[in-house]
């Protein structure tokens, strides 16, 4: 009896030994800074609003707001050369994802006729701090420019979901912008995040990072944003590639601190492939969490 119970204590012995030992020798996750991101470390636990694209046809009227209404000019900002429009095949749910559709058409809408159409989504939800995750596959083509981000409810954008309900009182920059992702066609496989403020914007953004990522247009990603009253991190499949975090927060650098709603988009520049006929982005989520 006693050799039996000498042999169960050198046997719980060595495996609390072998124990010790493997966990001294695991990444220490302060060491791990800026490289990598994991939703269990995440201060934002709870699912506040998401859209899973279930079913099929039109998408949730009571989620996104479809933004067609053209800018003073009769184009869109940047010169692009597409009609954003409300029609099924722009934008539809089939088999449990959302597309977004780019497509080489004839289209005149609003006195204007255009050689392109797509879509814009507005989402009728707005918060202030969390984690948005969406899990994506991105369209393809030079000339293609996808994006998924983030405007603040209080842009004076006419046509807008908030500026049609009263909120719009400041202009962009200066309102904020937050880009999860944006990829451009010519440049295929990099994604890129930004943040447009009064210091940072347009043409002469110095506020991004991006990374290359393979496949981008066949596989489905997984990017993320974590904002906090602090900083914003961003990130893909859990590798991050760029961090916002002024030193100094004022008017200018971090208007960050009231309700951003989400936008989906694809733009179209004037040199796209003359070949291009239509590509998707294609949606399996969006959730954010608080």
Not at 248 to 274: G, M, Q, R
Request: aromatic letters at 14%; charged letters at 20%; a negative charge.
């Amino acid at each position: 009896m006693k050799r039996g119970l000498l042999i169960i204590a050198i046997t719980i012995g060595i495996v609390l030994f072998s124990y010790t030992i493997f966990n001294k020798n695991l990444p220490n996750d302060n060491n791990l800074a800026g490289t990598t991101t994991d939703s269990r470390d995440s201060k934002f636990n709870t699912l506040v609003w998401a859209d899973e694209f279930e079913g099929e046809g039109m998408i949730d009227s009571n989620k996104w707001f479809h933004q067609t209404q053209l800018p003073p000019g009769g184009n869109w900002w940047g010169g692009l050369i597409q009609h954003y429009t409300d029609r099924e095949t722009n934008t539809y749910l089939k088999d449990g994802y959302l597309h977004l559709v780019a497509k080489k058409e004839e289209y005149e809408d609003q006195g204007k006729i255009k050689q392109y159409t797509a879509a814009r989504l507005n989402s009728k939800f707005a918060f202030t701090y969390g984690k948005v995750e969406v899990k994506a596959k991105l369209p393809t083509g030079t000339g293609t420019w996808p994006a998924i981000w983030m405007l603040n409810k209080n842009i004076n954008e006419d046509g807008a979901y908030w500026d049609n309900k009263g909120f719009g009182t400041v202009n962009w920059p200066n309102c904020g912008e937050i880009d999860i992702l944006e990829h451009w066609g010519k440049n295929q496989d990099y994604v890129s995040s930004a943040v447009h403020n009064g210091s940072s914007y347009g043409d002469i953004v110095k506020n991004l990072g991006g990374q290359n990522i393979k496949n981008a247009s066949t596989e489905f990603h997984i990017y993320t944003l974590e904002w906090t009253k602090e900083k914003m991190i961003f990130s893909i499949d859990g590798v991050e590639h760029f961090q916002y975090n002024p030193s100094t927060k004022n008017i200018d650098t971090w208007p960050y601190d009231s309700d951003y709603y989400l936008l989906f988009n694809i733009a179209i520049e004037p040199d796209i492939d003359p070949e291009f006929t239509e590509s998707s982005m294609i949606v399996d989520y969006i959730r954010v969490f608080k």
